[in-house]
């Protein structure tokens, strides 16, 4: 049971370059999000899937796009990177009232 | 709409001290509240949570914290503190109530232990 995964670790991207995170859950949660952390910001939610075959924005989703690829996955695209964009990815997911559990973070940067 | 206020973006206490980390919410509907620690390089882990019954919720790692609803409060507290407490500490409300919605996230709280 290896809770919520997410690749890769880190990645470096120039200005205008494209990357997909990727997410997985094996706790067949329904609902999985991606956020954003950024020094003294907290957390801001980008992108949601409440259940397998929908996505909703969050706070800050322009730049971005999702995709719920089945119940397990939940992946993050940036289609053109932008220096604003530098931040450290989280990918979670929730299982009724046990709280949201948290991946391991993404570490991107953008030259 | 909900919100949450994390006072003092930075915390300092010595070995041994209480800790009292300060969280107030905002919300139009009964909340569910949220505590999360996160470890340097790490994702967030739950400490511990409200959700309308007991208001004195205990938590992970002998940290626990109190609902008040009067003062829109859930302020997380540990009568004394540990080298490995060093962290930082998120409070979290649910956005529609409940067990319903996104969760937002206060600014965050980083905690320092000092010898």
């Known amino acids: 049971n290896a809770g919520v995964t997410q690749t890769p670790k880190f990645q470096v991207l120039k200005t205008g370059q494209s990357m997909t995170l990727q997410c997985a859950q094996d706790m067949n949660h329904n609902s999985m999000y991606w956020y954003r952390q950024d020094p003294g910001m907290g957390l801001r939610l980008i992108y949601y899937?409440?259940?397998?075959?929908?996505?909703d924005k969050g706070e800050v989703p322009n730049g971005y796009n999702v995709s719920r690829l089945n119940k397990r996955e939940f992946s993050l695209r940036l289609e053109s990177a932008a220096p604003s964009q530098t931040s450290v990815y989280f990918c979670?997911?929730?299982?009724?009232?046990?709280?949201?559990?948290f991946g391991p973070g993404t570490r991107l940067l953008v030259l | 709409a909900q919100s949450v206020t994390q006072l003092g973006s930075h915390v300092s206490v010595s070995e041994g001290a209480l800790v009292l980390l300060r969280c107030n919410y905002s919300s139009s509907v009964p909340p569910y509240l949220f505590w999360y620690v996160q470890y340097p390089n790490q994702g967030l882990q739950l400490l511990l949570k409200y959700t309308s019954a007991a208001t004195l919720v205990k938590g992970i790692n002998g940290f626990e914290a109190e609902f008040k609803k009067s003062e829109t409060s859930f302020h997380l507290t540990k009568p004394s503190a540990h080298m490995s407490d060093a962290a930082e500490y998120f409070c979290?409300?649910?956005?529609?109530?409940?067990?319903?919605?996104?969760?937002?996230f206060g600014k965050g709280t980083k905690l320092s232990v000092k010898p």
């Open positions: 899937s409440a259940s397998e075959g929908t996505t």
């Open positions: 979670a997911s929730r299982g009724g009232l046990a709280g949201d559990m």
């Open positions: 979290a409300v649910s956005e529609w109530g409940g067990s319903q919605g996104n969760l937002i």
